[in-house]
């Protein structure tokens, strides 16, 4: 019997791939949380395409990817139902506070207008020093009409620090690591070319314009 | 040899496989090689075959298979991470050991791999004289 015949080495070998195959499973089963529910979204919730954001303001990345989203989604309004995700960077030093700032922006209404300026304004605010970050975000606040104290009373809440810090951790216990990262109808996307390539999957499975 | 290189192999395939392979996926774009289906492949494949092989070198079967298999694809990193770092790739991480476990830059990284290869061919040559005596 020739040594690929050894049914002794092939039986050892079909254990070894089966407690691979279990270890993995134990171990994602241990490591990811269900998902729970989400605060900021738009569009259609029977929507055929679902997309969770994970994303950081002061990112790049999140920036140009959210620009394709934006522009998909306004070709496509009926078909797409989108949700925002905080998660802050720990490499940017303006990302946290500027979470803090959408969140409270979203306690008038504005969340999605904040966003927006944030990421057209990100160059401009991002080569700011740590002191002058405030003034600024308070200034875009305002545009939207935000009332200063208002403002202020919220982003000095340790509690709102605590939502953005506490959806970052949850997003981390279902495998989120960096940003930005996208859940299409469930399935895990990292970047704007697995994201692209998602969506047009999906678009062309629904018929509608890319 | 064999166990380290087993211990290697199977903590980088097992830190990949335990994240969602979108995670490796991301890591796969970033290096601006291949796209669509092919990556999505290399994502979901790779992992399980740096943790069987290793597991395969742990258990002492199929070694020179499991040797050559990984030499193959250490090559593969090899030449995925100089190009990056020759075309000055953003590549913060080079996602070898998946999140955070042991987070290397690129150079460090085709050092490391550079390390590893050597050490597949030293263990396969191994088994090689080894058959070879008892001829």
Redesign the interface.
Known sequence: VGPFLNPH?LK??VL??L??VL??TL??AF??EPARSFVFSSGNPKAPIHIVEYLDFQCKSCRLTHQYLEETFKKNPSKIYWQVRYFPLRGHLHSLKSAVYAECASRHGKFFEFQRLLLEEQDRWSALPKDAIDSTFEEYAQKMGISTDHLRTCVNDPRVKEIVVLEKQSARG??V??TP?YFVNG?????L??IT?EIEKLLEKTGEKK | MRLLLAVIFMASGFLKLVEPSANFLAVIHSYQVVTGFPARAFAEAIPWVELIAGAFLLAGLWIKFSTALLWVLNSFFIGIIAQAILRRLPVKDCGCFGEAFLSFTLPQALIFDIFTWVLLILLFLSRVDKRKLRC
């Open positions: 080495k050892l070998s070894i791939i407690l691979c270890s993995v171990a994602r490591r990811f279902f495998g690591k960096e990262t399935k895990m996307a990292v970047g070319q697995a390539e």
